[in-house]
């Protein structure tokens, strides 16, 4: 899969599901800096939560984030 953020886009490796758990790994090289990020997340429903790890030429870190899945806002019909 691909992977799309303000960073760029990047192939998605190591996806995997087990026991209601995802994880997956996205590598970026831009402008001479390497990214390295594993995800993992657990779904529950129409929300996510999980952590990141990122390693940006070094510089290491975990972050925690949650998620929504919110519907699509249809357009409005025009009043003929």
Do not use: H, W
């Not at 995802?22 to 990214?35: H, S």
């Not at 997340?41 to 870190?61: E, F, H, K």
């Amino acid at each position: 899969g691909i992977f799309t953020s303000r960073y760029g886009v990047a192939e998605i490796k190591n996806f995997k599901i087990e026991k209601n758990v995802l994880t997956y790994d996205v590598l970026y090289n831009q402008d001479g800096q390497r990214l390295a990020v594993k995800f993992r997340a657990m779904p529950r429903g129409n929300s996510v939560i999980g952590s990141l790890d990122y390693d940006l030429d070094g510089d290491q870190d975990t972050l925690d984030f949650t998620g929504k899945r919110v519907e699509e806002k249809k357009p409005e019909k025009p009043e003929e």
